[in-house]
């Protein structure tokens, strides 16, 4: 087996883009996002690589569709927080 497919098959690929969403978490803070915020936006990008971490590393059907369940209330969430759910103009 190849490197890249022993990295998918692992799961270690989701893995390393959740240290990517991590360390992007941990600069905007930096930059003065408010954590609350940033975990907003980011969550919904946490919760789909959790769940492809799970379809990778053939995890039963619940532990992959109840992140991708949570993502979208955490999604609906930063879009409400943004005053993105308005009325259309």
């Known amino acids: 087996m190849g490197a890249v497919s022993a ?3 692992s799961g270690h690929a989701a893995d390393l883009i959740l240290i990517v969403l991590a360390a992007e978490f941990v600069w905007l803070v930096t930059r003065g996002g408010k954590a609350l ?7 919904p990008a ?18 992959i569709a109840l992140p ?5 209330p955490v999604h609906i969430a930063d879009l409400w927080r943004r005053g993105m759910l308005g009325k259309p103009s």
């Not at 789909?48 to 039963?60: D, E, F, K």
């Open 68 to 72: 991708l369940m949570l993502s979208f």
């Open 7 to 9: 990295l998918f098959a």
């Open 37 to 43: 915020d940033v975990a907003l936006a980011l969550g």
């Open 46 to 63: 946490v919760f789909i690589v959790l769940a492809l971490r799970g379809a990778l590393t053939g995890a039963a059907w619940p532990l």
